[in-house]
């Protein structure tokens, strides 16, 4: 599964906007996980979950700047997240099952922020790029 | 998740273990997919699913042929497997959560018959070759 020359467009241009906020929705996105998927909490044992804790918006933050690093290098995002591959083949070790449940946050929060340009190929498109940066996280655990 | 030299020289032993057997093994792996994951049945409204079925046993056989060709050719498996990887996104559309319920089937079906050589490292070469196997099948889908 590859993306488009559409779907680059339509991330590329869509993160412009995105990046103004980028913090903020990585946190909220990391809420909704926490609170609609509480096994998800397993991984930060060591930190302070409730909403707006500061635990919670230096760890958006990171989310958001990684992704922001997989869009600026959208045509070799396996590069671009080398490293926090390896992080997570072997320090993270987070089940693949939860990349889903992280993405399907995310875009829940990008469509609850960017209504009007969330249509059913940013959808797709934004869905299909989460899936790549969930596969290279994960490609390294075997 | 990329196949090494170990995996792929377990999985080219355990399936040459296996030589005419494969097709009997196919059968038996949808026979037991369709027995535990009742849901899967649903692609197959045309065929008998009774045990024994003819049917069965020649679908059987064309999973297990589709997988000695995947064995062969597992250097290069998004071109080898081109054609059905075709026909799944175009045509059958088979959802990818159902081709993990197969490989789980397939597994336990060589486990029963083949207890001595499915080592815990030749159960985890078989997984990641059916995963990428599974990969390559649903790579076209959108």
């Avoid at chain 1, 989460?130 to 996280?137: F, G, N, T, W």
Wanted: hydrophobic share 45%; charged share 20%.
């Amino acid at each position: 599964m590859s993306l488009t020359k559409a779907e680059k467009a339509i991330i590329l241009s869509m993160w412009g906007k995105i990046s103004t906020q980028a913090d903020a929705i990585g946190t909220q996105a990391l809420e909704r996980l926490f609170a609609s998927y509480p096994q998800t909490k397993t991984y930060f044992p060591h930190f302070d979950l409730r909403p707006g804790s500061a635990h919670l918006r230096t760890h958006g933050a990171k989310v958001a700047a990684a992704l922001g690093d997989a869009v600026k290098s959208i045509d070799n995002i396996a590069g671009a997240l080398s490293k926090l591959s390896e992080m997570h083949a072997y320090v993270l070790r987070v089940d693949p099952v939860n990349f889903k449940l992280l993405s399907h946050c995310l875009l829940v929060t990008v469509a609850s922020h960017f209504p009007a340009d969330f249509t059913a190929d940013a959808h797709t498109a934004w869905d299909k790029f989460l899936s790549i940066v969930s596969c290279v996280l994960t490609e390294k655990y075997r | 998740m990329v196949l090494s030299a170990a995996d792929k020289s377990n999985v080219k032993a355990c399936w040459g273990k296996i030589g005419s057997h494969a097709g009997e093994y196919g059968a038996e792996a949808l026979e037991r997919t369709f027995c535990s994951f009742p849901t899967t049945k649903t692609y197959f409204p045309h065929f008998d699913l009774s045990h024994g079925s003819a049917q069965v046993k020649a679908h059987g056989q064309k999973v297990a042929d589709a997988l000695t060709q995947a064995v062969a050719h597992m250097d290069d498996l998004p071109t080898a497997m081109s054609a059905l990887s075709d026909l799944h996104a175009y045509k059958l559309r088979v959802d990818p959560v159902n081709f993990k319920f197969l490989s789980h089937c397939l597994l336990v079906t060589l486990a029963c018959h083949h207890p001595a050589e499915f080592t815990p490292a030749v159960h985890a070469s078989l997984d990641k070759f059916f995963s990428a196997v599974s990969t390559v099948l649903t790579s076209k889908y959108r």
